[in-house]
Structures are given as structure tokens and as C-alpha cells.
């Protein structure tokens, strides 16, 4: 949710209020003896006070600082983790980047005699971690921490990045008291300023400050001094189903739309619209002109579409090439930063390395592909308002053959034609010709999580269950299923590990189909053996027939949700057990059946048990008709949840006869 802000940069009659940071090293009574938060009763840390400034510096290089001052009250050993700090600072390359300095950190506490003493951060325990080539981490963890402690720190950023003004996030996983941010913006740049969030400020105070900055040459303009405010701030809860959180956490978003050469005293744009992204990328050496270099990829590609008739071939040919020929080396992106033929000779590389390959092989085939840009599903969700080239951290190809296209990615072995990761299925993505203006495409699941459990068990006379556990794996369950066995050394290693983790069931023979035929289920067998009883001389058993993968838990947790509950695809599970009985044995009550609806179709619970002549049929059946389900049908998804656990607590009653 985007909400524009109005900028003012100038004011008549100015509303002034004396806005500050607050004083470091000072703490109240009150703090120390306080044993919860009030208004949330449940929370196991509270942020007192936080503020947070940010300017422009005057000078040559003109670097934006940041600096940032948090009080945080500790209630249990729960929250200890809000006592490790991380910082994350930026590389552009070697000569530009961030850098963090006067780091102070300071933690409070009481004693049993209820004094309270204060241990201050030992500067040699701040750690400088290199996290890839474009992410350093600025870590310490504050001293002494414990119980009804307070824990108070504050740090110096400069970065090089002026044109996007630091965002400031309001809400986090814990509650805050208080939260502010004051933005000191020159009168020479215009800024699109967005409140993202269901949560209102406060306040937001603005005064006009006179020739606050100057930019070199004795010039001097005025700044616009605005102050973001926001008081009783509720946690934010992450659920399982939902994309980046960030995508809803209230925070205070800066895009720098134009500034003014003072030296010219003409309006320079910044923010671009969709042409200018298009033209700039279709001309950027490590996007468009990788995409282009189709002759690159001719020699290559020959051996392995010889013979092949028409374009599908040719291009599943060419993706198994592909993604034969790399090995990911987990960085993200939607530049190849050392070219796509480097990177294929030395057969590991980026996702642009090889998604970028991958289409330029394809076209080199006359198969019409284009790059799709998109952010992955913990990167965000793009803004569609105000075009970001950085919004974008993937590339994918989209192969258009016949009256058909197929979204493809080669940075996974075990992805089939066709199917993309689900962390890519995210809102919409941008589709890139090289010939033509660049169009949006929704991001949805060509395929369904199906999964299908059958199991035909007998009884034995020594109270044991013996029988076949039958599983099929179909789309993004196949997909996860062999993702799970290949980090196995073998088969056998993955059956042992299965055969450990599941509860009174042995697995005494299995076999395994399918497993490198990706475009094909995968099939699971198993000859099992469930320790069931151990002394049939009573009269009545119980059995429970959900034997695997039982949910346990539900999901949804929350009074309300305001965003999406968001599965990525469709979900279809079913579950068939047909037990049978020795001769002396009977069924003698079964649970009631179970029927659950959502409206319009959007999903549904099914339990079924039928009696056999020598036993009972069991199933349930779970679907979830759509991949994202809007807020008002959060109840709906809870209730089905509590149903499955019920049912789950229910047990079928055996008796002799």
C-alpha cells in the first residue's frame, strides 16, 4: 500500500516543532522496573525510543548520512536476539561504498539487590563480516545482556547512494513506544516520498530551514526539514504464505525525481519512466548487448539440436544445454558482469550469466525469446509508479513458440522445462525485447503442488501393520521432493533418513522411479511395517489413520491478517489408506465424515471412512483452488486449518469379534 506524500519545500506560515534526538547513556526507573508492554502483553521486547536523521552533506562529494539511535527494553531470554546487531552496508565497487563509525552501544541492568549497573560495548568486539561482493556487515552483539535489561546503541553511516534517500521502517517484529525520522532535504532535489503500510503517522511536522546546504562554489540553497513520527507502533507478524515482508511493514520509501544544476539552473531528471528503462537497458553492455550476442552461442548449441524437428525440441534441447553447462553460484541479478561467453566457458556463473546464455542460445536458434525481469519473492514487490532498475535483483526467459510461451530459468538442475522457482512467482514481471516496447506479464505457477499418498495395510497377528506406502509427487511437490533427495549422497542415504524420521513405521523395501526424468512424476515405494500393538488379547484397538504428514499446527495464528495469504500455486493433497483385518476383527465406530467448503471454490477439506468387509477405506482430501487468497478470506483458510487438526485427533475403534 503506497501513500504519496506531499513535499513541501517551501512554507508561509511554517508548523515548527522542536523535534530531537533523544540523550545517549540516560535511563528512567520507570524502564528498568518495567515488566511488559501494555499494550501487548505478549511481546518479549519493546523499542522505548528510536530516531533516526538523514542529510546531505555539503562538499565535493556530497555523500548522504544517515545516523540511527535505538533504546530497546529487554523482557525475556526470548528476545535476546534483538541484542545482536547488523548493519548492512553497500559496495558499489572498490572505490565507492558505505562505511559505518562512532558506534556506541551501551546495556543496563539490575541486580538481585536492585542496583543497576551499566556495561558499555568493547569497541574490539565489533566485527566487519564480508558478506558477497556487494554486501559487507557491520556486526556486534551488546554486552552483558540478561533478563529486564536495557540495551541502548547508536551509529554514523555516510553512503555515496544520495539518490535514494534512506528509507526509515516503522515497524519491525517487535513493538515500539515511539519512532521518528528526520529528513533534512535541499531545496535542489525533488523527491517521491511514499508512507507503505496499513499504519498512519502521527505527526509530520515540516519547517523551512534557509541555506542549509551548499554544493561547492559558495552556493548555498534552503532545506526542507520534515520529521516522520510515529507512536504505538504494534509488531509485525509474519505468517507462513506470505511474499516480503517489507512488501507491508509500515516504512517511509524516498525515489529522487528530479534535481536542479545550479550551475545551469536546468531540472535534471532522475526518475525515469518505462522508455527510458527500456532504451538504457537494451544499450547496457551487461544486459542488452548479452542478449544480442546470439553468435556467441551458435557453435555451441549445434551438436545439441541436430536432428531435432521442431522449435520445442530444439529449445527443451537447448535449456538441458544450458543448465547442463552451469553451476549456480548463487548471486542474484539481472547483469552478466563478465559476459555471458567467459561465463559459459567457465561453466559457473550468476542468474544473469545464465538466464542471459540461455536466451541468446535459444534465439540464436530463431526461437523468439525474451528477458523477463523480476524481484524474487523476499526481495519485494516492484514499483510500478516510479520505474527502479534496482527493484529487479532476477532475469528469467520467456520462449515464445507457436501460440504458446514458456517462462524458463536453467540455474536449477532440477527445474523441468517450463516451471520456474516459486521464490520468482511474485506479482508480475517485466518481459524486455530488444526490438520492441517492454510489456508486464503476470507471475503465476504453470503447475499445481499435487501430491498423492496410497497405502493398502493388513493386520497382522502379531499386532504389527504391514503393507506398500505409495507416494506420487507431481509439479512443485516433485520439484521440493527431489530437491530433498539430492542432498543425500544416494537413494539409500535419503530412504534411511525417512525411515528414522518417521514415527513406529519401518521401511523394510523401497523403490524410488522417476527421480532424473523431470518432466515426468516422481513415484515413490515402499514395502513398510508400523509397530501398531503390542498385545491383540484385549478387546478394542484404536487406530489413527493419519500416519504421515500430519499437520499439527495451524499456520494461521493471527485474529486478522491485512495481507495476502499467498501459497504461490495451487495445492492438491489426497491421502487413501484401505486397512484390513484378520477374521476375529471388526471395525466398530469410525469419526464422523468431514465436508469443509471455502466460497467460490477456493478450497476444501474432505474426510471420507467406509466400512469393508474385512477392514475400512480412508481419505481426505485437501485443495486450495487458488495460489493468493485476499485478507477477508483469512478466516476461511484458519477454519479449514482447525479442521485438519481435529480430524487428525480422531481414532477409529477396532474390536474383536
Not at 69 to 96: C, L, M, R, V
Not at 226 to 236: E, L, Q, S
Not at 304 to 328: C, E, H, M, R, S
Not at 467 to 492: C, H, P, Q, W
Amino acid at each position: 500500500m503506497k501513500k504519496p506524500l506531499l513535499l513541501l519545500l517551501l512554507f508561509t506560515a511554517p508548523f515548527v516543532l522542536k523535534a530531537q534526538d533523544f540523550p545517549f547513556g540516560q535511563y528512567s526507573l520507570e524502564e528498568i522496573n518495567m515488566q511488559k508492554y501494555a499494550k501487548d502483553t505478549s511481546a518479549h521486547a519493546v523499542v522505548l525510543k528510536e530516531f533516526g536523521k538523514a542529510w546531505i552533506s555539503s562538499g565535493e562529494h556530497i555523500p548522504l548520512v544517515f545516523e540511527y539511535h535505538s533504546k530497546i527494553k529487554i523482557f525475556d531470554n526470548t528476545a535476546f536476539a534483538q541484542g545482536t546487531i547488523e548493519i548492512p552496508i553497500y559496495k558499489i565497487d572498490n572505490n565507492s561504498y558505505e562505511e559505518v563509525s562512532q558506534i556506541e552501544a551501551v546495556t543496563y541492568y539490575q541486580d538481585e539487590s536492585g542496583a543497576v549497573h551499566k556495561t558499555e560495548l568493547d569497541p574490539k568486539q565489533i566485527f566487519h563480516v564480508k558478506e558477497n561482493r556487494y554486501w559487507d556487515i557491520v556486526k556486534f552483539t551488546m554486552p552483558n545482556l540478561r533478563k529486564g535489561s536495557i540495551i541502548e546503541y547508536k551509529y554514523h553511516l555516510e553512503t555515496p547512494l544520495r539518490f535514494t534517500f534512506r528509507t526509515w521502517h516503522f515497524q519491525s517484529t517487535i513493538p515500539k513506544i515511539y519512532s521518528e525520522y528526520e529528513a533534512h532535504l535541499p531545496a535542489i532535489y525533488n523527491y517521491n516520498v511514499s508512507l507503505r503500510g496499513s499504519l498512519k503517522l502521527t505527526k509530520n511536522p515540516a519547517e523551512l530551514e534557509r541555506e542549509c546546504f551548499s554544493p561547492g562554489g559558495g552556493i548555498k540553497c534552503d532545506c526542507s526539514k520534515i520529521n516522520y513520527i510515529m507512536a504505538d507502533i504494534p509488531a509485525f507478524i509474519p505468517e507462513d504464505y506470505m511474499t516480503a515482508p517489507k512488501n507491508f511493514m509500515s516504512a517511509i520509501y524516498f525515489e529522487m525525481s528530479d534535481y536542479t544544476d545550479l550551475n545551469t539552473g536546468a531540472k535534471m531528471r532522475v526518475t525515469k519512466d518505462w522508455k527510458d528503462v527500456d532504451y538504457d537497458m537494451k544499450h547496457d553492455e551487461n544486459f542488452g548487448n548479452q542478449v544480442r550476442r546470439t553468435g556467441a552461442m551458435k557453435d555451441k548449441i549445434q551438436d545439441a539440436i541436430a536432428g531435432k524437428k521442431d522449435d520445442l525440441a530444439k529449445a527443451q534441447a537447448i535449456y538441458q544445454l544450458v543448465q547442463k553447462n552451469f553451476k549456480w553460484n548463487k548471486f542474484y541479478g539481472w547483469g552478466s558482469d563478465d559476459g555471458i561467453k567467459k561465463a559459459f566457458e567457465s561453466h559457473s556463473g550468476s542468474v544473469a550469466d545464465i538466464n542471459l546464455s540461455l536466451i541468446a542460445a535459444l534465439n540464436a536458434a530463431n526461437i523468439n525469446t525474451e528477458a523477463v525481469l523480476l524481484s524474487t519473492r523476499d526481495h519485494g514487490v516492484v514499483n510500478k509508479l516510479y520505474p527502479v532498475e534496482s527493484d529487479f535483483n532476477y532475469v528469467i526467459a520467456k520462449a515464445n513458440i507457436g501460440d504458446k510461451s514458456y517462462l524458463l530459468d536453467a540455474t536449477d538442475p532440477l527445474l523441468p522445462f517450463g516451471l520456474i522457482p516459486m521464490d520468482c512467482i511474485n506479482d508480475q514481471g517485466r518481459v524486455m525485447n530488444m526490438d520492441k516496447p517492454s510489456y508486464w506479464i503476470d507471475l503465476v505457477a504453470p503447475a499445481k503442488k499435487t501430491r498423492t499418498y496410497a497405502f493398502d495395510l493388513t493386520l497382522q497377528d502379531n499386532g504389527k501393520i504391514k503393507g506398500t506406502m505409495m507416494n506420487y509427487s507431481f509439479g512443485y511437490e516433485a520439484l521440493d521432493k527431489r530437491r530433498a533427495i539430492k542432498k543425500f549422497n544416494s537413494v539409500d542415504e535419503y530412504v534411511e533418513n525417512l525411515d528414522n524420521k518417521l514415527k513406529k513405521i519401518k521401511i523394510l523395501k523401497s523403490e524410488i522411479i522417476g527421480l532424473d526424468s523431470l518432466d515426468k512424476p516422481l513415484s515413490e515405494k515402499y514395502e513398510i511395517e508400523i509397530d501398531a500393538y503390542s498385545d491383540l488379547n484385549n478387546s478394542r484397538f484404536s487406530f489413527n489413520p493419519f500416519i504421515v504428514d500430519r499437520v499439527g499446527e495451524n499456520p494461521f495464528k493471527l485474529q486478522e491478517r491485512n495481507y495476502p495469504v499467498d501459497r504461490g500455486a495451487m495445492y492438491d493433497d489426497k491421502f487413501i489408506l484401505t486397512l484390513h483385518l484378520p477374521k476375529d476383527f471388526e471395525v466398530e465406530t469410525m469419526p464422523q465424515n468431514v465436508a469443509l467448503s471455502m466460497p467460490l471454490s477456493g478450497g476444501r477439506f474432505i474426510v471420507s471412512y467406509e466400512k469393508l468387509e474385512d477392514g475400512l477405506t480412508f481419505s481426505h482430501s485437501t485443495q486450495f483452488n487458488r495460489s493468493i487468497y485476499s485478507p477477508s478470506e483469512y478466516p476461511y483458510l484458519k477454519e479449514i486449518f482447525n479442521k485438519i487438526i481435529q480430524a487428525e485427533n480422531t481414532e477409529v475403534i477396532l474390536k474383536k469379534k
